[in-house]
Every structure is written in structure tokens, then in C-alpha cells.
């Protein structure tokens, strides 16, 4: 309480600097936790389902990075990604992701596939190929059974080297997925620079199509466009029964979100495939 007045006594200044000095103590504490945590093997896959709309049937999940942090509990990736960005960790925390959901997965039945998210600067990286080539070999997992997912507009300040690492990776037989469609990170310029095998429909439509017309009328739009560029959709953010008839009636055939459910850990993961014979 006494902190309490002290500060409001000083003013909104005050205030304000104190959650500055708050916010620039906790990009510390993520640096050094990062620093710390990546060779310690903090950061783990979970895995989020994809189904396939027509049957239901799971095909794949995402891979999305998860802190397990030893007294924070987990945290989720939007609060060490940017840092992990900022301080070039992020190849580093990818690999270590990588490698073990790989490691996991490997095993599991030959339909069931990966879809990885790489960030921008990792596709400034001339050694990223080489990089996930290497952890493929050494984890057994098949090219033919991964998908990497991008976004952002800024991987075409390089778009040569962004172009030649995409070419490496595809002449292994990896597939390649524009992440976030229609958001202002991924539009259509970038469908031509690149050799997508997929679009990925940002779950922002998809969660409102059904209250919200103009919503439901870009899914329709993009979907239409999948069809006539002859690029499959994934939709994600199917929350509910209604989003999920909406889409196949649209004639989607893949797609992801809570309605299937959400991003679990390895061991839930392997019990649902158990139940459906996918092990
Ligand atoms: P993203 O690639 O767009 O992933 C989808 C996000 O939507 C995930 O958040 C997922 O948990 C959430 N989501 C899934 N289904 C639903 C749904 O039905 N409704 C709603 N409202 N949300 C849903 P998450 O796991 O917090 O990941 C956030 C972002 O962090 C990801 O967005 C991705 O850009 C990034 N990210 C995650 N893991 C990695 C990684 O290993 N490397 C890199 N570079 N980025 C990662
Ligand atoms: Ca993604
Ligand atoms: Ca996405
Ligand atoms: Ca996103």
C-alpha cells in the first residue's frame, strides 16, 4: 500500500516507468531464461490436430512451441518468440523443438504428418536446409511427412536467399505452406515469389465467418482461389460444430482449431492416435 501511494504520489510518469523498467526486467529475464532453458530442453512441441473435413479423420498436427518453465509453469510462444527473434535465439529454440517432436513422431503411422512453423529471420539463415536436413537424418523422421509453415512480408527483403533455402528444403520432398493468409503478412504478391503446395486461412475469418458476413465472404473468396490456383486450404480456427459444417459445405478439405481440439502434449497426443489406431 505504501508502494501504492508512493507511486501514484508521483504521478503517471512514474507509473509509466515503472512498467517500462518492468517490461525491460522481464526481456531480460527471457534472454537468460532462453539462454538458459534452450540446452536444458525447456522448450517442447504440442501438438495441435488436423483433420481432414470430409471424414473427420486426423491427418497431421502443428507443431507449437511451448515453455515449460521450471517455477512459471508453461508459457505459451507469443511471450519468448519475439525475444527469441530479437536476441537470434530463434534457431536455436526451433532446432531443439525440431528435434523432438521429430524424435516423437517418427514412429507414428506413415499418414500422420508435421507442420513446423519457421519464422522470418530463420529464412535469412543460408544454413536452415542444411540445418533441418541434418535433424531429419538424425531423428529418421521422413521428408515426405513434414510441412513448414511462413509468413511475413520481411522475408522478401531476401527474397533470393529466401527463394534458394525454400528450393533446398522442397528438393528434399518438405512441403511448404503460406501461413496466416489474408492478414496483412501474407497476401497474394507472395503466392507467385514462392513455391507454396498450400494456403493456410487465418483463423481471424474463420472463428467469425459465421457472425460476420464479410468474414465468411473472404473465406468463400480465398477458397475459390485455392480451388483456381490449385493449391489446397487448410482452415484453422474451426471452434465449433457450425464453422466446421460451413467450411465443408464450402467444399474444404483440411482444417484445425479447439472443435478438434487444442494444442496438447506429446503424451495426449499418442493416446488419441492409440484410440484411432494411428500408432
Ligand atoms: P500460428 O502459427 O498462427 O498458430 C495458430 C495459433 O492459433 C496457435 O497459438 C494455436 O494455439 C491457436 N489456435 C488453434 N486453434 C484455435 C482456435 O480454434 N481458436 C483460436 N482462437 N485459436 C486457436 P499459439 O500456440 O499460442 O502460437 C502462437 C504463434 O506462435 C503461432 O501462430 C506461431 O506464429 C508462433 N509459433 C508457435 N510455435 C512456433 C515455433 O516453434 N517457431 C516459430 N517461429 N513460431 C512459432
Ligand atoms: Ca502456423
Ligand atoms: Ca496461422
Ligand atoms: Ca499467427
Redesign the pocket.
Known sequence: AMQAAKTAGRGRHAWFDATMERELISRNAIEAGLREGIPAGQFVP?Y?PQVDLTSGAIIGF????RWEHPTRGII???SF?PVAEECGL?AD??VS?MRRAFTEARDWDPSITLS????PA?LKDPWLAQKVVKLLVETGYPANRLEI?I?ESSLFQNLSLAQSIVGSLKNQGIRLAL??FGTGYSSLAHLRALPFDRIKID?SFV?AMNKDPESMAIVDAISKLGESLNLPITA????DQAIYDSLRKMGLHKG????FG??MTVAAARRLLAEKGLL
Open positions: 504440442y495441435e502443428e507443431v507449437l512451441a505459451p510462444p507469443d518468440i530463434i529454440m526451433s523443438v513446423v512453423n519457421i519464422s530463420q509453415e509468413t501461413d496466416d483463423k472463428t484453422e480456427g474451426i471452434e484445425q482449431g479447439w472443435h487444442k494444442p
